[in-house]
């Protein structure tokens, strides 16, 4: 056997599928399935069950997983480490974020990376906080930004890398903006609200439930720059983030109605069994550094 057969072996498990392995790994599907058939050949063993859901671990193939992936880590470590030995620390992370609440403290890891491991190769996955978290569960990315409450997964470690206030915003003159915001008169006024999977999406469901009410217009938009421009043009309330916020009160965009109505951690989130790998560990020291850094709020 070796390692690519491996590798393969493992992606399929992760994925359940020959055509997303395929297409992670950069491989046709009759090559995944020849990788297949020539490591339980030499094993003699059946791997894996066709399913209608896909491919399916047999009981030999998972008890022979955790080896596997044992033996990938150990050859990306030999081979991070024999890069370090020549000075260098070099090859991919993958990394996914969200794309407003992560964008700040994302930009500092990057600026950090780029100091420090000038070799190293970063791409980007933009998702929701679940879509980052399965992601990263199953192999498709190493570690991710995301907002949301801490999200239980097996072997799941999960920091807290910032945070911001989330701001209930109006155009200027439509509410009295002094004191406690009127729901009462609030609740008959149109509202723009991104998906019910984003942190503001989240907090306008629970304002509407806690206030008892549902505007009888909402605008549905998921950019909040977007967001932003539609208040400031006098179309609804909507939900900004502290600096987006802040930012378009100073310049007499909008008014801002009372103090934040939530404050809304950001996470770095990684499987804890990986940390220990040199990529990471580069990983997680930016992280840290960014986060000691981060201008308060």
Same mark, same amino acid.
């Not at 008890?63 to 620390?89: F, N, P, V, W, Y």
């Not at 549902?214 to 502290?242: F, M, S, Y």
């Given at each position: 056997?070796?390692?690519?057969?491996?590798?393969?072996?493992?992606?399929?498990?992760?994925?359940?599928?020959?055509?997303?392995?395929?297409?992670?790994?950069?491989?046709?599907?009759?090559?995944?399935?020849?990788?297949?058939?020539?490591?339980?050949?030499?094993?003699?063993?059946?791997?894996?069950?066709?399913?209608?859901?896909?491919?399916?671990?047999?009981?030999?193939?998972?008890?022979?997983?955790?080896?596997?992936?044992?033996?990938?880590?150990?050859?990306?470590?030999?081979?991070?480490?024999?890069?370090?030995?020549?000075?260098?620390?070099?090859?991919?992370?993958?990394?996914?974020?969200?794309?407003?609440?992560?964008?700040?403290?994302?930009?500092?890891?990057?600026?950090?990376?780029?100091?420090?491991?000038?070799?190293?190769?970063?791409?980007?996955?933009?998702?929701?906080?679940?879509?980052?978290?399965?992601?990263?569960?199953?192999?498709?990315? &190493? *570690?991710?930004?995301?907002?949301?409450?801490? $999200?239980?997964?097996?072997? +799941? =470690? %999960?920091?807290? /890398?910032?945070?911001?206030?989330?701001?209930?915003?109006?155009?200027?003159?439509?509410?009295?903006?002094?004191?406690?915001?009127?729901?009462?008169?609030?609740?008959?006024?149109?509202?723009?609200?991104?998906?019910?999977?984003?942190?503001?999406?989240?907090?306008?469901?629970?304002?509407?439930?806690?206030?008892?009410?549902?505007?009888?217009?909402?605008?549905?938009?998921?950019?909040?720059?977007?967001?932003?421009?539609?208040?400031?043009?006098?179309?609804?309330?909507?939900?900004?983030?502290?600096?987006?916020?802040? &930012? *378009?009160?100073?310049?007499?965009?909008?008014? $801002?109605?009372?103090?934040? +109505? =939530? %404050?809304?951690? /950001?996470?770095?989130?990684?499987?804890?069994?990986?940390?220990?790998?040199?990529?990471?560990?580069?990983?997680?020291?930016?992280?840290?550094?960014?986060?000691?850094?981060?201008?308060?709020?």
């Amino acid at each position: 056997m070796d390692i690519y057969q491996l590798k393969t072996f493992v992606t399929v498990a992760r994925q359940g599928s020959i055509t997303r392995s395929a297409e992670l790994l950069f491989l046709s599907q009759p090559a995944i399935s020849a990788h297949i058939k020539t490591l339980e050949d030499e094993l003699g063993l059946s791997l894996f069950e066709r399913t209608p859901r896909g491919m399916s671990l047999t009981t030999q193939g998972l008890a022979l997983l955790t080896k596997a992936e044992q033996l990938l880590a150990l050859h990306q470590e030999i081979k991070t480490d024999a890069r370090q030995l020549s000075g260098q620390l070099s090859g991919r992370v993958r990394l996914g974020s969200n794309r407003s609440p992560s964008a700040q403290v994302l930009s500092k890891l990057l600026t950090q990376l780029a100091e420090r491991c000038p070799q190293l190769e970063v791409s980007l996955e933009y998702g929701s906080a679940v879509e980052i978290v399965d992601a990263i569960r199953m192999g498709r990315i &190493d *570690a991710g930004f995301y907002t949301a409450d801490p $999200l239980e997964s097996a072997g +799941l =470690q %999960q920091i807290e /890398v910032d945070s911001f206030g989330v701001y209930l915003a109006a155009p200027p003159g439509w509410v009295h903006a002094e004191g406690a915001p009127d729901w009462q008169q609030i609740s008959r006024l149109p509202w723009i609200c991104p998906a019910t999977n984003t942190c503001c999406g989240r907090l306008a469901e629970q304002l509407f439930v806690e206030h008892g009410f549902r505007p009888a217009k909402i605008i549905h938009v998921d950019q909040e720059h977007v967001t932003r421009t539609l208040v400031a043009g006098g179309v609804g309330l909507g939900l900004l983030h502290q600096p987006t916020a802040l &930012d *378009a009160q100073q310049k007499a965009e909008l008014v $801002l109605l009372g103090p934040p +109505l =939530q %404050q809304v951690q /950001v996470w770095f989130g990684f499987l804890s069994n990986r940390q220990q790998e040199p990529l990471l560990l580069a990983l997680l020291n930016a992280v840290q550094q960014t986060a000691d850094t981060s201008d308060p709020h």
